[in-house]
């Protein structure tokens, strides 16, 4: 009878291809032959790495044995019960953030979504809507969902931002400059999406109602609401946006997690959550968080017998003109600007809100957070239509390798309480440029008979193309109070 070892080598290399990641730390302990075999071995941890998980995006280089070994670390660490768990934060980002680097895109990865696990993940009824509607099918994202499905997981890496910190009692006064702890952990929790984990440290009883989302985010709210609505987070230095104040144009994580914290809560309020397109990639883990992870939809919305989004007679023979340019430029735009775009945009009443930043005998440091904020917010719910008006090449403070992309089109409120307000529609132009540190940075205008009013800073969380959205702070154009 002939052994594993006496089999030629090409054939041992064969079938160590089909072993599970976390067998092979004891496959390496079992003899000298088998360490010397996988040691180094870049086609077998290759082959290893595509059986188990997404093909990655084509010229992306990737070290196979190391990869391997992260997924098995991260493996190991998620499903522990160390006290200390939170202590691997770095890591487990870090490891998360390549993983989502690496998923499953729209765009030049037919085979993975034609494979037998991409095609059994669709159809599993808990995430079938969710992946095949939405984003593409990833056997990384679906990992990914599993390791973070632990509510210990999720506390401990989800929930170590300054927020969560000041909402435990643990925290009272920020950091210059942010602690990287706080802000890896924001981040981790942005792209994690919105489904807030549960705290026990925030809803000591036990019945159903005090540990149920909706609860717990009554109780986290007004600390995010506190960051969200504070006038010292917005100065030049920030852009006025999620950026950190030193004019680096560096994502202020913190503060992206806490206008996700608000959005939500006010989606919730409204049962906008319910919404399919809301439910699917705002509320499921790692949805849409990942470059080229945006699914178009079959077909286009409609828009019945409104004529707010409708060019006259005399314009429909140069719109048809400008049809050609336009695709031209859309297969230059890296950032799939040319859409329909879901927009949600939330804020208090103008007393409240001056009120709680020039407050009578405001005498608070700087370095300590403003009182807890719970007042009611305004939703409301807006949709775009805009497309690639020009494409430049990257300024002074722009990434080098990405050009600065222009837009513009026109805004729609859904809500029937705003149709017949003067403001309730708009046109609207912008830009789209790559920061240094490789974010998507968006800059938009909302234009009033053809004057500049409003103005948004936003990035986009997973990158170039991704599902989730952008998400980032509008104000006044001049930045007055």
């Known amino acids: 009878m002939v052994t594993l070892l006496q089999l030629p080598p090409e054939l041992v290399h064969h079938i160590l291809g089909y072993v599970e990641p976390q067998d092979l730390s004891s496959i390496i302990r079992t003899c000298h032959f088998l360490n010397n075999t996988l040691k180094g071995n870049t086609a077998v941890y290759r082959s290893i790495y595509h059986r188990a998980l997404d093909t990655p995006p084509t010229g992306k280089k990737v070290e196979w044995e190391r990869e391997i070994h992260d997924l098995v670390r991260l493996q190991r660490i998620c499903s522990s019960q160390d ?10 980002l870090s490891t ?5 680097e690496n998923a499953s895109r729209t765009e030049g990865d037919e085979q993975d979504s034609k494979s037998p696990l991409a095609l059994e993940f669709k159809r599993t009824s808990h995430y079938s809507f969710h992946s ?6 990833s056997r990384n994202i679906n990992f990914l969902s599993l390791l973070f499905s632990s509510e210990e997981t999720r506390e401990a890496f989800l929930t170590r931002s300054f927020i969560f910190e000041r909402a435990r009692g643990g925290r009272k006064h920020f950091q210059n400059p942010p602690n990287a702890i706080h802000q890896q952990s924001a981040k981790l929790h942005s792209l994690f999406g919105m489904a807030l984990p549960m705290l026990d440290q925030l809803s000591r009883d036990n019945t159903t109602a005090a540990r149920s989302s909706n ?9 995010a609401c506190s960051k969200v609505y504070d006038l010292r987070e917005y100065t030049t230095g920030s852009g006025w946006g999620p950026f950190l104040n030193d004019g680096s144009w560096r994502v202020d994580w913190e503060k992206v997690e806490a206008i996700l914290l608000v959005i939500e809560a006010n989606l919730r ?6 919404w399919p397109l809301v439910w699917a990639l705002w509320m499921k883990p790692f949805a849409g968080s990942w470059p080229g992870s945006y699914w178009p939809w079959g077909t286009a919305i409609s828009w019945g017998d409104d004529d707010r989004f409708d060019v ?24 799939g600007v040319t859409g329909t775009w879901f927009r949600v945009v939330c804020f208090i009443d103008y007393n409240d809100f001056f009120h709680y930043n020039f407050p009578v005998g405001d005498a608070i440091p700087d370095n300590v957070p403003r009182p807890l904020l719970n007042v009611g917010e305004a939703t409301r719910i807006i949709v775009m239509k805009i497309s690639v008006t020009k494409i430049e090449d990257p300024g002074e403070g722009d990434h080098p390798d990405y050009p600065v992309v222009a837009f513009s089109g026109k ?5 029937a309480s705003e149709l017949w307000e003067d403001d309730a529609d708009s046109d609207i132009r912008g830009t789209v440029r790559m920061t240094p540190e490789g974010e998507v940075r968006w800059t938009s205008y909302s ?6 009013r409003w103005k948004s800073e936003g990035i986009q969380i997973g990158g170039l193309k991704s599902g989730r959205g952008v998400v980032g702070n509008w104000f006044d154009k001049y930045v007055l109070p």
Do not use: C, M, W
Not at 83 to 90: A, I, M, N, R, Y
Not at 447 to 452: A, K, L, N, S, V
């Open 447 to 452: 234009i009033f008979e053809g004057e500049e």
């Open 83 to 92: 006290t200390d768990k939170e202590s691997h934060l770095p890591f487990v």
């Open 215 to 223: 609860s717990i985010i009554s109780r986290i709210r007004p600390f």
């Open 269 to 274: 309020k409204k049962r906008l959550d319910r």
């Open 411 to 415: 805004s729609r409120s859904l809500d």
């Open 132 to 137: 095949t509607f939405y984003q593409p099918p």
């Open 312 to 335: 006259g007679e005399d314009e429909e023979s140069a719109e048809q003109e400008r049809s050609g340019q336009e695709k031209a430029k859309n297969r230059e735009d890296p950032y």
């Open 96 to 100: 998360v953030l390549s993983l989502l």
